[in-house]
């Protein structure tokens, strides 16, 4: 489904945009494991995920950060 707000914060939980999924809005997670859209920064703790058909508009930061070759990413990679 779709998703909309200015923050969503599951503290030390995982976060998954599943396939077909759309969330506009900062996520931040322990993982951040995405399949669907992003229009956001994305925060994880441990680690952030794109998928193979992922798509995300915003910044990902984390510790580990693993990209599929086919997910697209229009935004920067801050390592913390």
């Known amino acids: 489904g779709d998703v909309q707000a200015q923050r969503i914060d599951a503290g030390n939980n995982p976060i998954i945009v599943g396939l077909g999924a ?3 809005g900062d996520l931040y997670g322990s993982e951040i494991i995405v399949y669907g ?3 956001g920064n994305c ?7 794109l998928g193979d058909k ?3 508009d915003g910044d990902l930061h984390s510790k580990y950060i693993d990209i599929e070759p086919t997910s697209y990413l229009s935004g920067r ?3 913390k």
């Open 22 to 24: 759309k969330v506009v």
């Open 43 to 49: 925060y994880g703790k441990k680690s952030i995920y």
């Open 37 to 39: 859209k992003v229009k």
């Open 54 to 56: 992922a798509e995300v």
């Open 77 to 79: 990679l801050i390592k």
